[in-house]
């Protein structure tokens, strides 16, 4: 099994020291395991677990929904029903966003293609000059 | 017998010289063979981009027939003629 330092983990996951720290005095991680000296030292499973927390985090849950759905991935048989129906709420809002980004990837690859394929015009500069652009502050 | 209508749709672009030479060929071969129950459109993906997308539509031209997408490029006179009736005969066999 794998060991690693804080500073790696750091580098690894693109995580802060601190953030490292945090999640573990929370309770998102298990307490780390330590050498004699007191340094950490993170294992295989705590790397996995940080890429879940942070996968999540890019989903918009909350740190508590993740503490919720951790519970859920160590233990799915034992689950309690809260914790099931959340994790089940979670994976709906899930599917809808991998929807909508497949069909964002959909459109910005017709749009690609278009603008590749054309030497006369471009439909992203069409599109834009159709609904406008954004407006800034 | 009732021959179920065959949609065939041009996805096409405004600077796209293929997609015009596209919808000539189909409108052409329509005429052609005389199928009166065929109807098709040119669509023209920047003006209707959610349903190009909805049909999976990556470039132009692009034609669906029957809503199954058939070819991704401008095909042959006689691929495309192939297509069409490669089609109605699946229509006519699903009616008898």
Redesign the interface.
Known sequence: MNSYAIGEVSRLLTMSVDTLRYYEKIGLLPKVSRKESGIRCYSDKDISRLKFIKRAQKMNFTLAEIGDLLKMREDPQNARNEVRQLTLNKLKEVEVRVTELDTLRGELALLVNLCTANKEGCPIIEIIDKDGLPKTV | MNVKTVDIEVFS????NRCQRASLMVSALLEEQAFDTITWREIN??EE?DY??AH?????PTIVIGGTQRFTTLPSEQKLRDAIQDYMSHVRSGNE
Request: glycine residues 0%; proline residues 0%; aromatic residues 0%.
């Open positions: 672009s405004s600077v796209c993906v920047v981009i190009a997308v999976a539509v990556l470039s132009t």
